[in-house]
C-alpha cells in the first residue's frame, strides 16, 4: 500500500482527462473526410487544452502536488476506444507532439482478442496500445443491437472532463455512435470540443458549448483554454478563519492539518453514548473508553492500513503478495485512494469527537456547576469556604465559555463534515473504480439550496482531482472478476454500511429513548422532593438537601435534553432506519444481478453500483444539512 513520510495530508493531484469519439472512415456511411487537415485540427486543439493546463499550473500550481523533485506526473491524460479512425488519429497526433507527456488510457468494448476482430489490420491498434497505461477489457457481446459501444462510450465518458468528438454533427440511428455519445456527453455537462468531420456550416452545436472547425478554431481558442481553467481551478475561496494572526481558507485548512496524538476531549462522547445506550458495558468498550488511551489518537495511514489489510483479505482487493493479479489489482486502487482517504477519514473523526465531546462536557458541566452554586450552603461549610465552590463554579463556566469559543474558533464542527463528506465519496470512488471509475453525480433538492452548493466546495474540487487522477484500473470483466467484485461490493460496501446503520439506529433510539426516561424519572424525584419540603415537617439540613435536589436535577434535565438535541438523536435514528432497509433491498437486487463472461452483465451491474453510490451520495448530503445546524453554542 502507498504510504509517505509526509507530516501532512496528500496534495491535490492535477490531471485534465480528455475523452474521444469519433467516426470510422466509411464510404457508405459518409465521405471520407481531408485526413491531414483534420490531424491539424486535432493537434491545435491539443495545443489549446495544454495551454489551459499550463495556465493553471503557471497561476495556480501552488494549489496542487506537481510532483516536486520526483517524476513530474503526466497532466494530460487520453481516454480513448482506439478504434479506427479519428479514436486513432487522435492517439497519434499526440504521439507526435515531442514536446507534451500524455498519459493513454484504453476502455475496449471487448476483451483485445475479439476486438481486434473489428479491424482489417490490427497492427497499429496493437502499438497504440502498448503505450497504454491502462486497459480496461468491457465483457461486450457481439450483436446488431451495439449495446457493446453504446457501453463502451460511457466508459470513456466516466473518465471524461472534456469530450473531443470528430464528428459530422448528425444524430445516430443508433446507439452507441459518435453522435449518441456527444448527445449524452451534454446531458452529462460534459464540455464538448466538436471538430467537424468535414468542414460544411449545416449543423451546429449549442451556442455555449465549444464547437471547432479548421477554418474557425482560432475563434474558440480562448473559450476553450478558460473551460479547462474552469474545470480545474477550485472555486473561490471565502476565509475560514484566523490561525497564527494570519487569514485561512478551509482548504489551506486542510492541507495544513498534522498528525493528531492526544486530546482531553476525545472520548467523551464515546463514553456518554455508551453509558446511556448500554453498549459501554461490554468488555471491549469498557476497556476501550475507561483507560488511558481512550485519550490518544491513532496514527491515520496505520490504523487505516490496518482496516483495509483486514477487509480484504480474501477478496478481489486482497493485498496478499502471494496472489499476484489482487495484489496489483490492490497497489493500483490503493495508490490512488489510500492515503486521500486515510487522512480524511481519520481527521474527520478526531474532529467529530472533539465536536461531541465539546458540547457532553460543557452541557454536564452546566447542570454541575449549578450544583456547585448551591452546594457551600447546603452542606451547612462556613461562610468563608463557600469561595471555594464559588471558585470551581467559576472555573467550571470559563472551561464552557472556553471550550465552546474555541471550538467555534477552529471550527471542528464544520471541519469533521468536510472531511466526512470527502471521505465518504472517496470509499466510494474506491469501489467504483472496480467498474470503470467515475460517475459519482452530487445534486441537492432546489428546497436545501440555501445549505450551499455541495459542488462549488473546495472538498468537491479536491475529490474530482483525486478520482481524475485515479483513471481505469488494468482489468478484464470476465466473469470470475465480476463475480468477485459483486462480492467485494457486497460485502465490504452494502452489507457493512447495512451493519453500520443497524448499529447507529438502534444507538440513537436507545439514547433518545433511555434519556427521554432519565428525564422524566428525574422529574418525577424533583417533584416528590417538593412535595416532601411542602408538606413534611423535616430538619433543617434535610430541607436544604430536598431544595438543592429540586434546584439540580432540573439542570440535569435541561443538560440532558440539550446533549439529545445538539446529537440529532431521533432524526439520525430515523435517518439510519431508512438507510438500512433502502440499503437492504438494493442489496438484494445488486446480488442477484448475473455475472458471465462476454453477455454484457458488467453493464446492468454497474448500473445497479450507480443506484447504490447515488444512495449514499444524498443520504450523506442530507446528513450535511441535519447536522449543519448544530454548532457549538453557550446557550
Given at each position: 500500500?502507498a ?28 465521405p471520407?473526410?481531408?485526413?491531414p ?38 497532466k ?17 497526433v499526440?504521439?507526435?507532439?515531442t ?29 497504440l ?13 457481439r450483436?446488431?443491437?451495439s449495446?457493446?459501444y ?22 445516430e ?53 478558460f ?26 485548512q ?11 476531549l ?27 488511551p ?14 483495509w ?35 480524511a477519514?481519520?481527521?474527520?473523526v ?15 458541566l ?67 473504480a ?28 479536491h ?5 481524475r ?38 444507538r ?6 433511555n434519556?427521554?426516561?432519565v ?18 415537617p ?26 439529545r ?6 432524526r ?11 440499503l ?15 453477455k ?31 454548532p457549538?453554542?453557550?446557550?
Amino acid at each position: 500500500m502507498a504510504s509517505s513520510s509526509s507530516p501532512h495530508p496528500p496534495g491535490t493531484p492535477l490531471v485534465l482527462r480528455v475523452g474521444v469519439t469519433g467516426h470510422r472512415p466509411d464510404e457508405t456511411k459518409r465521405p471520407t473526410p481531408d485526413i491531414p487537415k483534420l490531424r491539424k485540427t486535432i493537434e491545435d486543439v491539443l495545443r489549446c487544452i495544454i495551454d489551459g493546463i499550463e495556465d493553471v499550473e503557471r497561476t495556480r500550481g501552488y494549489m496542487f502536488d506537481l510532483g516536486g523533485d520526483r517524476v513530474r506526473p503526466r497532466k494530460l491524460r487520453i481516454v480513448s476506444a482506439l478504434a479506427e479512425g479519428a479514436d486513432q488519429w487522435v492517439v497519434e497526433v499526440a504521439d507526435g507532439l515531442t514536446d507534451v507527456k500524455y498519459d493513454l488510457q484504453c476502455p475496449l468494448p471487448f476483451s483485445r482478442e475479439e476486438y481486434e476482430k473489428d479491424f482489417a489490420d490490427p497492427t497499429n491498434f496493437r502499438k497504440l496500445l502498448k503505450g497504454a497505461s491502462a486497459v480496461l477489457e468491457l465483457d461486450g457481446e457481439r450483436n446488431p443491437s451495439s449495446l457493446a459501444y453504446e457501453a463502451v462510450g460511457r466508459a470513456v465518458l466516466n473518465q471524461s472532463d472534456l469530450l473531443l468528438a470528430v464528428w459530422d454533427g448528425e444524430r445516430e440511428q443508433g446507439k452507441g455512435g459518435t453522435g449518441a455519445v456527444v448527445e449524452e456527453a451534454l446531458q452529462r455537462g460534459i464540455p464538448v470540443v466538436w471538430v467537424a468531420w468535414q468542414d460544411k456550416n449545416s449543423t451546429r452545436l449549442p451556442d455555449w458549448q465549444i464547437k471547432t472547425r479548421a477554418g474557425n478554431f482560432k475563434a474558440d481558442a480562448w473559450k476553450l483554454r478558460f473551460i479547462v481553467r474552469d474545470l480545474l481551478q477550485p472555486p473561490q475561496e471565502e476565509t475560514s478563519t484566523w490561525e497564527h494572526n494570519q487569514e485561512t481558507t478551509k482548504r489551506e485548512q486542510y492541507f495544513d492539518e498534522t498528525q493528531k496524538k492526544f486530546n482531553l476531549l476525545h472520548p467523551w462522547w464515546q463514553f456518554f453514548s455508551g453509558i446511556v445506550s448500554g453498549e459501554i458495558f461490554s468488555r471491549k468498550n469498557v476497556k476501550t473508553l475507561l483507560f488511558l488511551p481512550a485519550f490518544f489518537v491513532q496514527n491515520f495511514e496505520e490504523a487505516t492500513r490496518t482496516q483495509w489489510v483486514r477487509e480484504c483479505r480474501n477478496t478481489i482487493l486482497d493485498p496478499d503478495p502471494t496472489n499476484q493479479k489482487t495484489r496489483a489489482l490492490a497497489s493500483t486502487v490503493d495508490d490512488s485512494y489510500f492515503r486521500h482517504y486515510a487522512w480524511a477519514n481519520g481527521l474527520s473523526v478526531y474532529y467529530a469527537n472533539l465536536y461531541r465531546g465539546a458540547f457532553v462536557v460543557s452541557y454536564l458541566l452546566a447542570a454541575v456547576a449549578v450544583f456547585l452554586a448551591l452546594f457551600g450552603w447546603a452542606g451547612g461549610f462556613p461562610h468563608e469556604q463557600h469561595r471555594i465552590w464559588v471558585g470551581l463554579e467559576f472555573t467550571f463556566i470559563v472551561t464552557i465559555l472556553v471550550v465552546t469559543t474555541w471550538g467555534r474558533h477552529m471550527q471542528w464542527h464544520e471541519r469533521s463534515i468536510d472531511y466526512r463528506m470527502l471521505a465518504e465519496r472517496l470509499r466510494l470512488a474506491r469501489c467504483l473504480a472496480l467498474f470503470g471509475g467515475g460517475g459519482q453525480q452530487v445534486s441537492m433538492a432546489a428546497h436545501l439550496a440555501t445549505y450551499g452548493n455541495p459542488t462549488a466546495t473546495w472538498m468537491h474540487w479536491h475529490y474530482q482531482a483525486i478520482e481524475r487522477a485515479a483513471g481505469l484500473v488494468n482489468a478484464r470483466f470476465t466473469s470470475d472478476y465480476l463475480q468477485a467484485t459483486k462480492d467485494f461490493w457486497c460485502k465490504n460496501l452494502i452489507e457493512d454500511q447495512i451493519e453500520y446503520h443497524s448499529n447507529a439506529s438502534r444507538r440513537y433510539q436507545k439514547l433518545d429513548e433511555n434519556v427521554h426516561d432519565v428525564s422524566f424519572l428525574l422529574f418525577v424525584i424533583t417533584l416528590i422532593a417538593c412535595g416532601m419540603h411542602l408538606l413534611l415537617p423535616v430538619e433543617e439540613s434535610f430541607a436544604k438537601g430536598l431544595i438543592l435536589t429540586a434546584a439540580c436535577l432540573p439542570a440535569l434535565v435541561s443538560a440532558l435534553a440539550g446533549i439529545r438535541t445538539q446529537a440529532e438523536a431521533q432524526r439520525l435514528f430515523r435517518r439510519s432506519l431508512a438507510m438500512k432497509e433502502n440499503l437492504k433491498k438494493l442489496n438484494g437486487e445488486f446480488a442477484s444481478s448475473p455475472a458471465r463472461d462476454d453477455k454484457g452483465d458488467s453493464q446492468p451491474l454497474r448500473a445497479g453500483a450507480d443506484r447504490i453510490t447515488e444512495l449514499m451520495v444524498k443520504e450523506m448530503l442530507d446528513w450535511r444539512v441535519v447536522v449543519e445546524d448544530r454548532p457549538l453554542e453557550t446557550t
